[in-house]
């Protein structure tokens, strides 16, 4: 007669460690009292869900806020899924947005003793708890096939029953152990399913760290925990890593929390302290009216490389992922838009449960201010590195004269109410173009100057060349707008709109009118920067530069 042993040795023919062996490589944490362990533990995928940033940024947040430890932890065991590169890319990804692991995957080298931090990688530890499972009788092999499974759904969905290998559907739970390694000796393909001893008629107790008390339904299911390919399935394997790992708390998409009974009954067979559990709300989406989650394939935005490509500020999608994190965020944020994110203390129980709307719009808000708050020179700083990035050529024209392109960025910048021109770097580089002499020429060629038709183009000729003659540029903000006022009137225009509706029969329009047809000449739009500003950074001798091209070639 065989006995269990030999069925295990069958399965696992090769030198597995023991539960005590791993216990003593994985030995816990040495840190300071309250500082909480997490991890992100994405699927390599190939992008950066919106969503998994969200969930990446909390547990980043409650370790460091903790004095913990982040831990990146790749879920790779989807072969179907997996593409090569992806981690790095994820990697790279979360980096922009600042959210960097202490420990884990890094890339090519892996940092802490906890490790491996793929999962692809921890094949002997999966089978060393399998193999106890075994042992003690919380495990078997299970040779049901597609057709049987298809029959047992067929027959519990004509009987209203709750699907599910559980209860007298679980046929191999009970197997001979000679008759199963019999069938394994002849080559029938087996997975290994958990023992349940749960019954779905119980409720249990559970705690959620943003939901508080919970009463879930037990756990009756004989889940698979090793696939027919070799691989353990996320439910097992996340259990034996988060063990293993020491992981405190795990922070994860609220799509979990109905299989969080099954997580509890697996650590309870193994004797383990489970972590504790914060079950993050999902970010929606309103499509027709409906709630749904950002979808990848429907929502460019659901992917954070849409931000990084627009050029918004990273920041900006952070402080965004923030607002709907915590209620009383936002009230903080506004009395120090600057500040850190990690000044900011982060509550579990201020988390909204509703599940927040994704608000481009209100990213786009935070970008606004954002870009507004900074200085110059971070402004610029970013807004280059961007360029180099996304779009070299405008990375070349700042870069031939790193101070100018600060000088623009600082138009009404330095003052308690900075202009909010830009959301994004692209918005910056549409604006500013006009400032460099190569874009401008361009510009000039390639659409009609919006000259008001009012004003016939001698009139114009004649106004803008004494403007290149006589302006004063040596006047400051305050007053400059006199010596354009004395120019305007010497061809008829009143120094404002009152004046001239006062006296429409001696004024042909007002300084006004004149400092548009200025403002256009410069940059080739009828909006522009603070005009001032803009004669300032040009600079007069390539002020008369453009009016002579100007009249010249285009009026
Ligand atoms: N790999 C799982 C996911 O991508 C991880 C869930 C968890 O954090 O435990 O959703």
Redesign the pocket.
């Known amino acids: 007669m065989s006995n269990i042993d030999d069925l295990i040795g069958k399965i696992f023919p090769q030198k597995l460690p023991t539960i005590a062996e791993l216990e003593a490589r994985f030995p816990a944490r040495d840190l300071p009292n309250g500082a909480l362990v997490t991890?992100?533990?994405?699927?390599p995928t190939g992008f950066l869900h919106t969503g998994?940033l969200f969930?990446a940024l909390i547990a980043q947040k409650v370790a460091k806020q903790t004095g913990g430890i982040f831990m990146l932890r790749l879920?790779d065991t989807d072969t179907k899924r997996e593409i090569s590169g992806a981690g790095e890319k994820l990697l790279g990804e979360m980096a922009e947005f600042s959210v960097i692991p202490d420990e884990g995957f890094l890339g090519q080298a892996e940092k802490g003793h906890y490790g491996p931090y793929l999962q692809s990688q921890r094949a002997d530890i999966y089978c060393a708890v399998i193999k106890y499972l075994l042992k003690i009788g919380r495990a078997y092999p299970c040779f049901a096939t597609t057709e049987e499974l298809e029959m047992m759904r067929s027959e519990q969905e004509a009987e209203h029953l709750i699907p599910g290998y559980y209860g007298r559907f679980a046929k191999y739970r009970d197997y001979p152990v000679e008759e199963a390694l019999k069938l394994i000796k002849q080559g029938v393909p087996y997975v290994i399913r958990f023992k349940s001893y749960g019954n779905h008629e119980n409720k249990i107790p559970a705690y959620d760290l943003i939901r508080g008390d919970l009463m879930l339904t037990e756990n009756d299911q004989d889940v698979v925990i090793l696939k027919g390919d070799g691989l353990p399935t996320?439910h097992f394997a996340?259990v034996v890593d988060?063990h293993f790992m020491r992981t405190t708390t795990?922070?994860?998409?609220e799509?979990?929390l109905s299989s969080l009974p099954l997580h509890l009954d697996l650590f309870a067979a193994l004797k383990w302290k489970h972590p504790d559990y914060a079950h993050l709300p999902v970010i929606n989406k309103l499509d027709n009216g409906n709630k749904r989650k950002l979808s990848k394939r429907k929502d460019p935005e659901a992917a954070v490389s849409f931000f990084l490509e627009d050029g918004y500020p990273p920041i900006a999608l952070l402080t965004y992922l923030m607002s709907i994190a915590n209620s009383n965020f936002e009230e903080w944020w506004a009395l120090q838009p600057l500040a850190p994110l990690n000044d900011f203390e982060f509550t579990f129980t201020k988390m909204s449960l509703e599940g927040a709307l994704f608000d481009i719009d209100k990213v786009r808000f935070f970008a606004k201010e954002i870009i507004a708050q900074q200085k110059a020179q971070q402004v610029a700083r970013d807004a280059n590195e961007f360029a180099k990035r996304y779009l070299p050529a405008y990375a070349k024209l700042i870069e031939k004269d790193f101070d100018y392109f600060v000088k623009i960025i600082n138009i009404e910048r330095d003052k308690p109410n900075p202009r909010k021109d830009y959301t994004t770097y692209r918005d910056i580089y549409q604006a500013m173009q006009f400032f460099y002499d190569e874009c401008y020429y361009k510009m000039l060629a390639d659409n009609p100057l919006p000259f008001n038709p009012q004003y016939d183009p001698t009139t114009i000729k004649t106004i803008l060349l004494d403007i290149s003659e006589n302006l004063d540029f040596s006047l400051p903000e305050e007053s400059w707008f006199s010596s354009l006022k004395e120019i305007a009137f010497r061809h008829k225009f009143a120094a404002n709109l009152k004046t001239y509706k006062k006296e429409p029969d001696i004024y042909i329009g007002h300084t006004g009118d004149v400092a548009e047809m200025l403002r256009i000449t410069l940059t080739t739009s009828k909006n522009s920067p603070n005009l001032f500003y803009v004669l300032q950074i040009i600079g007069r001798k390539r002020v008369q530069e453009r009016i002579a091209l100007v009249v010249e070639k285009y009026l």
């Open positions: 991890r992100f533990a994405p699927s998994s969930t879920e996320y996340h988060d795990v922070t994860r998409g799509e979990w």
